[in-house]
């Protein structure tokens, strides 16, 4: 399954997004426990994050969204890309569907963004010797 130069970017900056979001999330999360802890006036930390609430709330649902819809992609690309192999694409579905932060980019690279991707990657193709003979009876 090929995709156009447009939607190879759409498909990648939106995997960016599910791994690169969470990281965000963390690092916000980081700042403001040490900032607590730093000796400030904790009354500003509260009303902070008191206000920023339902924006983190917006956001990490957003990204439930999305990480829903790149998953259903990744498993009907993987479904359809008959080129790869089948423990590669057995890998590739379980990788996104349980670890969609390493299994998404992983995949990404392997078979969207890269034009050919390696021999290892690829279904062995019959060599013409082997085309032309017939199956055992």
């Known amino acids: 399954m090929r995709l156009s130069k447009t939607a190879k970017a759409i498909v990648g900056v939106l995997t960016g997004m599910v ?21 400030s006036s904790p009354d500003s930390y ?3 994050l008191d206000s920023a609430f339902p924006l983190f709330l917006s956001l990490a649902c957003g990204l439930n969204l999305l990480i829903y819809g790149m998953t259903a992609f990744y498993v009907t690309h993987a479904v359809k890309n008959a080129a ?24 990404y690279v392997l078979y969207i963004l890269i034009r050919n991707p390696p021999a290892w990657a690829l279904k062995p193709q019959p060599t013409p010797h082997e085309a032309n003979e017939l199956p055992a009876a």
């Open 19 to 39: 791994v690169l979001v969470p990281i965000g999330f963390i690092l916000l999360w980081l700042t403001l426990v040490f900032g607590m802890r730093s000796g």
């Open 46 to 48: 509260f009303s902070l």
């Open 84 to 107: 790869a192999t089948d423990l590669l694409r057995i890998i590739g579905i379980l990788l996104v569907v349980f670890i969609p932060y390493l299994g998404m980019p992983a995949y």
